[in-house]
């Protein structure tokens, strides 16, 4: 079963900037959208930025213009560059494919998520 792990978080300064990366243990080559999720704490998962195999990128409209995303399908890896950083761009972020990695269980399944690497930002 798949599973991904992300590095790079770390605590910056408001208006700095920071590369986060995950690395799949299976070839995305094949899967349409990867990226980046982020959960601040007391609030929901949100999506933040995908790429999708034939790279096209997707944003959320807070990180438009700020965020960039890219994609190695030989390297298997997803990087997330962060500009201009905010206070409210602190969270953990997570890498997942859109819709996330189901792992089934028998007759259901459950959704993958991995560690996450926090990314805080101080004002």
């Known amino acids: 079963q798949v599973q991904v792990a992300e590095s790079g978080g770390d605590l910056v300064q408001a208006g700095g900037s920071l590369r986060i990366s995950c690395k799949a243990s299976?070839?995305?080559?094949?899967?349409?959208?990867m990226g980046w999720y982020r959960q601040a704490p007391g609030k929901q998962r949100e999506k933040v930025a995908f790429v999708t195999s034939d790279g096209t990128s997707l944003y959320e409209d807070s990180v438009k213009g700020r965020f960039t995303i890219s994609r190695d399908n030989f390297q298997n890896t997803v990087s997330l560059q962060m500009n201009s950083l905010k206070p409210e761009d602190t969270a953990v972020y997570y890498c997942?494919?859109?819709?996330?990695?189901?792992?089934?269980?028998?007759?259901?399944?459950?959704?993958?998520w991995g560690q996450g690497t926090q990314v805080t930002v101080s004002s």
């Open positions: 997942n494919s859109d819709p996330p990695f189901k792992i089934p269980t028998g007759i259901s399944y459950y959704e993958y």
């Open positions: 299976e070839n995305i080559r094949f899967l349409n959208s």
